[in-house]
């Protein structure tokens, strides 16, 4: 091969990483249609998203017979869930090692499932951002949230692998990997995205990120692009 031909073949290489990186960031999925903003004759359920300080969080009120919460209180007035890297978020392990490996290398992933009786917006001390949803869309984030489950040969959520950080709250092992790509932010946006918002996954990398599109969608009386 000769050099100009390295050459090419190098500069090809570094316009395929950055066609890759830029369709990653730009393209940004549609959600499925006629879910959000709900119609006015159908049934509605308010979701809440909860704005940790780098984590997102996503809550709602437990219907009759619905028993999603943590192991000790399954059917309690309210639930929260997060998704996140196992050993950083479970563990507690944030040291500059543990945070590196989080960013750089897919690694295993939990879920945190609190139960709560009061409203999120009085319950949790961070940015709470209430949506309604249509009883459709809540029912597609529902799914979304399940699956993330690890689950046993019956298909239920595995047995708790410890107790969660605040409240009565239960972690239980998760899937995918996680990886920085794809977080506990860009996890919930997904799950709104199912739900009909039209939020970007790709961009919000972040938790403050994702609370700036749900609240540009409320303002803008935007749904389904």
Excluded at 113 to 129: D, G, I, M
Excluded at 173 to 190: D, G, I, K, M
Aim: aromatic residues 16%; glycine residues 8%; contains cysteine.
């Amino acid at each position: 091969m000769t050099r100009k031909q390295k050459i090419a073949t190098f500069l090809g290489i570094l316009l395929g990483i950055f066609i890759a990186i830029a369709s990653y960031f730009f393209y940004c999925p549609s959600p499925t249609a006629g879910l959000f903003p709900a119609a006015t004759n159908v049934k509605t359920r308010t979701i809440y998203f909860v704005h940790h300080d780098w984590h997102s969080g996503l809550a709602w009120a437990q219907q009759k017979p619905e028993n999603f919460g943590a192991e000790e209180w399954k059917d309690a007035p309210y639930v929260e869930v997060g998704w996140g890297d196992r050993q950083f978020y479970f563990a507690g392990d944030q040291s500059i090692p543990s945070m590196l490996r989080a960013v750089f290398i897919p690694s295993d992933s939990v879920m945190h499932v609190v139960s709560f009786a009061e409203s999120p917006t009085q319950y949790f001390k961070f940015p709470v951002l209430p949506i309604e949803l249509s009883e459709a869309g809540f029912q597609n984030l529902l799914a979304y949230v399940k699956q993330t489950f690890a689950v046993n040969e019956k298909g239920d959520r595995k047995a708790t692998i410890g107790k969660g950080q605040y409240g009565v709250s239960s972690f239980y092992a998760a899937v995918p990997r996680y990886f920085s790509l794809f977080n506990c932010n860009t996890w919930a946006a997904e799950a709104l995205r199912n739900a009909g918002l039209s939020v970007c996954p790709n961009r919000a990398l972040l938790a403050k990120n994702l609370a700036e599109q749900i609240k540009y969608l409320q303002n803008s009386g935007k749904g389904n692009s």
